[in-house]
C-alpha cells in the first residue's frame, strides 16, 4: 500500500485561503469517509485537525475544513495565519487489510 | 485532560528488540470507547502508523510491520507497549503514541483517527 500523494509544499499569505489536497485510490479514499487531517509543529506532535473527511474536534478553528471528490480529499485553511505554517498530512482508512495509510506530508508557508 | 507519555531506551542495537511503553494519565486506557496506537515518523520524513491495540487485547498492524510488532496492554498500570524486532537503521524514528476513538464503519468497530498524542520519544538503531 503506497502513501497517499500530497503537494510537498503550499503557500500563501495572511489572510488568503489555501487548500491541500490528498490523492488516493478507490481501495482507500475513494471508498471510505475516513480520512483525517493532522498539523504538525517543528518538534511537535502531531495535532488532529479533521476527522470522517469533514468534522471538525471541538474547539478547533472553523478556518480549517475539509471536504473530498472521489479519490481526492482536500483540507482548506481560509484566513491564513502565521500560526499555521507547519506540515499537514492526511490520513485514510484502506480496508481490513492494510488499515491505516498517511499522506507524504505538505509543508505550509505563510508568506 | 488526557495525557500520554512514550518511555524506553534511545539507542537500541541492530538485529535486537525496539521497546516502549506509553502510560495514559487523566483517563482509563480501559474506556470501550477508544482503541491506543503507535505511529512513528523517521527524521525528517513522514508518519508511518505502526498497530492499534483495544484494551481487551485485540491488536491490527501495519502489514508491512506484522511479522515484527507485538502491541500489549496492561490495564492495571493504564499503560500499552510496542515490541520491534530485529530492528536496522531504517527504524529509527520518533515514535508516538496515541489514542483513537471506536467508530463503526461497515459494522466494524475500531480506531480509525488519533485524537490525542503523546510528545513522542526518539529511537536511533546503531551500534
Known amino acids: 500500500q503506497s502513501a497517499l500523494t500530497q503537494p510537498a509544499s503550499v503557500s500563501g499569505s495572511p489572510g488568503q485561503s489555501i487548500t491541500i489536497s490528498c490523492t488516493g485510490t478507490?481501495?482507500?479514499?475513494?471508498?471510505?469517509?475516513?480520512v483525517s487531517w493532522y498539523q504538525q509543529h517543528p518538534g511537535k506532535a502531531p495535532k488532529l485537525m479533521i476527522y470522517?473527511?469533514?468534522k471538525r474536534p471541538s474547539g478547533l478553528s472553523n478556518r480549517f475544513s475539509g471536504s473530498k471528490s472521489g479519490n481526492t480529499a482536500s483540507l482548506t485553511i481560509s484566513g491564513l495565519q502565521a500560526e499555521d505554517e507547519a506540515d499537514y498530512y492526511c490520513c485514510s482508512y484502506a480496508g481490513s487489510t492494510t488499515f491505516e495509510v498517511f499522506g507524504t506530508g505538505t509543508q505550509v508557508t505563510v508568506l | 485532560q488526557l495525557q500520554l507519555q512514550e518511555s524506553g531506551p534511545g539507542l537500541v542495537n541492530p538485529s535486537e528488540t525496539l521497546s516502549l511503553t506509553c502510560t495514559v494519565s487523566?483517563?482509563?486506557?480501559?474506556?470501550?470507547?477508544?482503541?491506543w496506537g503507535w505511529i512513528r515518523q523517521p527524521p525528517g520524513k513522514g508518519l508511518e502508523w505502526i498497530g492499534t491495540i483495544y484494551f481487551s487485547g485485540s491488536t491490527y498492524y501495519n502489514p508491512s510491520l506484522k511479522s515484527r510488532v507485538t502491541i500489549s496492554v496492561d490495564t492495571s498500570k493504564n499503560q500499552f507497549s510496542l515490541k520491534l524486532s530485529s530492528v536496522t537503521a531504517t527504524d529509527t524514528a520518533m515514535y508516538y503514541c496515541?489514542?483513537?476513538?471506536?467508530?463503526?464503519?461497515?459494522?466494524?468497530?475500531?480506531?480509525?483517527?488519533?485524537?490525542?498524542w503523546g510528545q513522542g520519544t526518539l529511537v536511533t538503531v546503531s551500534s
Open positions: 470522517e473527511d469533514n
Open positions: 487523566g483517563g482509563s486506557i480501559s474506556r470501550t470507547t477508544h482503541y
Open positions: 496515541a489514542r483513537s476513538p471506536m467508530s463503526t464503519v461497515f459494522g466494524v468497530r475500531q480506531g480509525y483517527y488519533f485524537d490525542y
Open positions: 478507490s481501495s482507500d479514499v475513494g471508498t471510505y469517509n475516513l
